[in-house]
């Protein structure tokens, strides 16, 4: 059996015909990058589902889709547990009410090949995110390198988006925090970003390819902001250490 190239990851948790369009986009997204040469794995991976959301995926168009089930109730905790039982070189995340650009998994992919045969530790995020729904917006993001970087950037807003994509390893290397509500402490993507970069990884922009993220009323980004959670205090958010972030 040949090596998987890239691991497709769909979290997803109650959503059914939202996912409708989600599935359209990374099929698209998947058959460019066979295409191009590039092995995919497909995976959905369900953490508490609803009894709607588990039949709305046994329909015959997930046939390709290997099914992961989960029973923890934490978004990035499930990342950690995912990136261990797939099989692709690079895993790439994706929500189960967002959409990427068709041209993302093989633009990424050919981006990583070329960073890893020059030996740099590097994560690929799309350039644009176009926020749509309930709120929107449209943006771009930086290079790591560009010059308009700003470790001090981090203290207010997140760079990136949790969509990216990267080598299956870092996930075990750098591990997701746990999210802790009650507590007040949220944004597992955001503080993931932080310590990637303070682990010596990069973070890269593939020109040319968009996220459409889709705002709902209860999404985890607006729960975290209703509860004015903050980030888990880590060393590389100490004042003498956020420099580092280059």
């Given at each position: 059996?040949?090596?998987?190239?890239?691991?497709?990851?769909?979290?997803?948790?109650?959503?059914?015909?939202?996912?409708?369009?989600?599935?359209?986009?990374?099929?698209?997204?998947?058959?460019?990058?066979?295409?191009?040469?590039?092995?995919?794995?497909?995976?959905?991976?369900?953490?508490?589902?609803?009894?709607?959301?588990?039949?709305?995926?046994?329909?015959?168009?997930?046939?390709?889709?290997?099914?992961?089930?989960?029973?923890?109730?934490?978004?990035?905790?499930?990342?950690?547990?995912?990136?261990?039982?797939?099989?692709?070189?690079?895993?790439?995340?994706?929500?189960?009410?967002?959409?990427?650009?068709e041209n993302?998994?093989?633009?990424?992919?050919?981006?990583?090949?070329?960073?890893?045969?020059?030996?740099?530790?590097?994560?690929?995020?799309?350039?644009?995110?176009?926020?749509?729904?309930?709120y929107a917006?449209?943006?771009?993001?930086?290079?790591?390198?560009?010059?308009?970087?700003?470790?001090?950037?981090?203290?207010?807003?997140?760079?990136?988006?949790?969509?990216?994509?990267?080598?299956?390893?870092?996930f075990s290397?750098?591990?997701?925090?746990?999210?802790?509500?009650?507590?007040?402490?949220?944004?597992?993507?955001?503080?993931?970003?932080?310590?990637?970069?303070?682990?010596?990884?990069?973070?890269?922009?593939?020109?040319?390819?968009?996220?459409?993220?889709?705002?709902?009323?209860?999404?985890?980004?607006?729960?975290?902001?209703?509860?004015?959670?903050?980030?888990?205090?880590?060393?590389?958010?100490?004042?003498?250490?956020?420099?580092?972030?280059?």
């Amino acid at each position: 059996m040949k090596n998987i190239d890239i691991s497709v990851v769909l979290n997803v948790h109650s959503e059914t015909v939202v996912s409708g369009p989600t599935i359209r986009s990374a099929e698209s997204a998947i058959l460019i990058a066979e295409a191009a040469g590039f092995i995919v794995e497909r995976l959905i991976c369900f953490d508490r589902p609803s009894r709607e959301c588990r039949l709305y995926f046994t329909q015959p168009i997930f046939s390709l889709w290997r099914k992961l089930e989960f029973d923890i109730g934490d978004l990035g905790i499930v990342r950690n547990k995912v990136s261990t039982l797939s099989k692709g070189r690079w895993i790439a995340w994706l929500d189960a009410d967002d959409l990427f650009s068709e041209n993302w998994l093989v633009l990424g992919a050919q981006s990583l090949a070329s960073s890893r045969s020059s030996g740099d530790k590097v994560i690929v995020h799309p350039e644009m995110n176009l926020v749509f729904d309930g709120y929107a917006n449209a943006y771009t993001k930086l290079n790591q390198s560009d010059i308009l970087f700003t470790p001090y950037y981090f203290y207010f807003l997140n760079y990136y988006d949790s969509l990216c994509m990267a080598p299956r390893e870092l996930f075990s290397d750098v591990p997701y925090i746990c999210s802790d509500f009650e507590l007040g402490f949220a944004l597992e993507d955001w503080l993931w970003n932080i310590q990637t970069i303070y682990a010596g990884w990069k973070h890269e922009i593939v020109k040319d390819t968009i996220i459409f993220k889709r705002r709902r009323d209860m999404s985890l980004v607006v729960k975290s902001s209703q509860r004015r959670t903050i980030l888990w205090p880590v060393e590389a958010l100490a004042i003498d250490e956020i420099a580092k972030l280059r």
